[in-house]
Antibody, heavy 119, light 109 residues
Framework: EVHLVESGGGLVHPGGSLRLSCAAS????????MSWVRQAPGKGLEWVAN????????NYVDSVKGRFTISRDNAKNSLYLQMNSLRAEDTAVYYC????????????WGQGTLVTVSS | QSALTQPPSASGSPGQSVTISCTGT?????????VSWYQQHPGKAPKLMIY???KRPSGVPDRFSGSKSGNTASLTVSGLQAEDEADYYC?????????FGGGTKLTVL
């Protein structure tokens, strides 16, 4: 069974940094694109970033370019999101999601980790 | 990078059918047959219900169906059941990632 578990969320001041992690199990992690999707309180879903199987290609939504970095460690079956220069509008639940190959859809999701940016 | 447009709410009585629309542009919904729909219950992670406009993942009831015409995709839930009450989000491939809709809260009356 596919299992994705996020961690690393918390309260951080504006301008601060945070690193999210996603531990994957139940599938061959190195064979899948992976994504981060966020959801601000009471709001809709927003795709944040994705990364190719070998980490050689990364894409970001415009609002986080230059501030967030997605990475992965296939040996540890883990996905990461380094978030710098955090803003109030980055406050959200951050989900780790598996990209279903060839279908441009997310077929497995973690339970999410809450990031709150506030002074 | 504007979100796809969905009605904020929809409703129907048990047993009825309800359709939720998702409007984009030729750069997203209209440009690709990669529209997906997600169901999200309060406090839970989203669940994939429809992919590639019309296809259902294994385990999703056939009461859920999808379609597309031009720049607008639609999700239809037939034979509404109480457990269908949830938020629904559409999503479209946009080249480097996916773009989501603002979400529709489906209420079963």
């Amino acid at each position: 069974e596919v299992h994705l578990v996020e961690s690393g969320g918390g309260l951080v001041h504006p301008g601060g940094s945070l690193r999210l992690s996603c531990a994957a199990s139940g599938f061959t992690f190195s064979s899948y694109w992976m994504s981060w999707v966020r959801q601000a309180p009471g709001k809709g879903l927003e795709w944040v970033a994705n990364i190719k199987q070998d980490g050689s290609q990364k894409n970001y939504v415009d609002s986080v370019k230059g501030r967030f970095t997605i990475s992965r460690d296939n040996a540890k079956n883990s996905l990461y999101l380094q978030m710098n220069s955090l803003r109030a509008e980055d406050t959200a639940v951050y989900y780790c999601a598996r990209d279903w190959p060839g279908h441009s859809a997310y077929d497995s999701w973690g339970q999410g980790t809450l990031v709150t940016v506030s002074s | 990078q504007s979100a796809l447009t969905q009605p904020p709410s929809a409703s129907g009585s048990p047993g009825q059918s309800v359709t939720i629309s998702c409007t984009g542009t030729s750069s997203d919904v209209g440009g690709y047959n990669y529209v997906s729909w997600y169901q999200q219950h309060p406090g839970k992670a989203p669940k994939l219900m429809i992919y590639e406009v019309t296809k259902r993942p294994s385990g999703v009831p056939d009461r859920f169906s999808g379609s597309k015409s031009g720049n607008t995709a639609s999700l239809t839930v037939s034979g509404l059941q109480a457990e269908d009450e949830a938020d629904y989000y559409c999503s479209s491939f946009v080249g480097s990632g996916n773009r989501f809709g603002g979400g529709t809260k489906l209420t079963v009356l």
